[in-house]
């Protein structure tokens, strides 16, 4: 099989399986977005969601969480991973927000890049699911099920390389559905050390690429 078949016969399994793939993020504006993807860096979207209830109560929009401490919003986010790095990144954030962009978070990805606790991962996330632009962010389970069904090569070997060659070989209008789709596969299918083999419908074109997986 083809790099090109394998792809076409990735995305048309997700297309009929996944047609409306999202974010399991719960948020109810752009900003509440951004927190909630700074929040989930190695930490779980339910951890997340179990959190961002009250913190969004207190601190619905950037200028009411700019006016915070960061000891604050510490006692909102405690139970998620590395709590001090991420309420000193939240309150920085929301600040540059108000100072520089009105309190608005800005489309533009050099933009958003320049937001404290903000990476190329979680500009991508924003710019594909609040934007709707074609930008594919690589996480963790992006990076290991692309590899694993052969969609890029060894080479291919940092988040940044996975990014380009998905995007290259991935239709543009598709592409904010891509990082779902192989997201969501990754969560619940492909898992890093027992993927569902077995229960994968993917099984039949997957070179089970699985070195490393530390399968038992």
């Not at 913190?55 to 001090?84: C, G, H, W």
């Not at 990076?143 to 070997?157: A, K, P, Q």
């Amino acid at each position: 099989m083809t790099r090109e078949q394998r792809y076409k016969a990735v995305i048309t399994y997700f297309q009929q399986q996944m047609p409306e793939a999202g974010t399991e993020l719960e948020f109810g504006s752009v900003f509440q977005l951004l927190v909630a993807v700074i929040l989930s860096a190695q930490c779980t979207d339910k951890r997340i969601n179990l959190v961002t209830p009250a913190l969004f109560e207190r601190f619905p929009d950037a200028r009411t969480m700019a006016q915070a401490d960061t000891d604050e919003v510490y006692e909102y986010i405690k139970s998620v991973s590395y709590p001090n790095a991420k309420a000193r990144h939240l309150t920085a954030m929301a600040r540059t927000l108000v100072e520089r962009h009105g309190g608005e978070v800005p489309e533009d990805m050099n933009l958003l890049l320049d937001l404290p606790g903000v990476g190329r991962k979680t500009a991508n996330v924003i710019q594909a699911v609040a934007f709707d632009k074609p930008t594919l962010a690589v996480d963790t389970h992006v990076y290991r099920v692309s590899h694993r069904l052969g969609l890029v090569g060894r080479r291919d070997n940092t988040p940044f390389k996975v990014e380009q060659v998905l995007t290259r070989n991935i239709p543009e209008e598709l592409i904010p559905l891509a990082h779902h789709w192989l997201l969501l596969h990754g969560r619940y299918v492909c898992t890093s050390q027992k993927p569902k083999c077995q229960k994968c419908d993917l099984a039949d074109i997957c070179p089970r690429l699985l070195e490393g997986s530390k399968l038992e």
